[in-house]
């Protein structure tokens, strides 16, 4: 399942506006002519992403960096509002490492 297909989730992070702004712009970084074709650019990266991460665990983009994901165990935390402790369950947490190139980049833009 990916973001287009959550009808409940896409809208947390952006609202219909910003989406049509974001791919607007991506439109016009790619000289693509029509919004749609953005979209369809765009989606295809993400499920490119969520496929490669699902089957290797990482993903390296030349230039760009490394998306991986990182599994954290369950751990035992003091609770300050009663006294007691809590279980913290395992997670899986997806990262990113930029690459060197896009650090430098942003940092002496």
Do not use: C, W
């Amino acid at each position: 399942m990916f973001l287009e297909d959550m009808p409940i989730l896409r809208d947390v992070f952006m609202n219909q506006q910003q989406k049509n702004q974001f791919f607007s712009e991506l439109a016009i970084a790619m000289n693509l002519s029509h919004l749609s074709t953005a979209k369809q650019y765009y989606y295809g990266f993400v499920k490119m992403i969520s496929q490669s991460l699902s089957k290797d665990g990482e993903l390296k983009m030349p230039d760009l960096g490394i998306f991986y994901m990182k599994e954290y165990s369950s751990k035992k935390i003091g609770d300050l509002h009663t006294g007691g402790t809590r279980v913290i369950p395992e997670s899986k947490v997806l990262k990113f490492k930029p690459d060197y190139k896009l650090n430098y980049y942003v940092k002496n833009k």
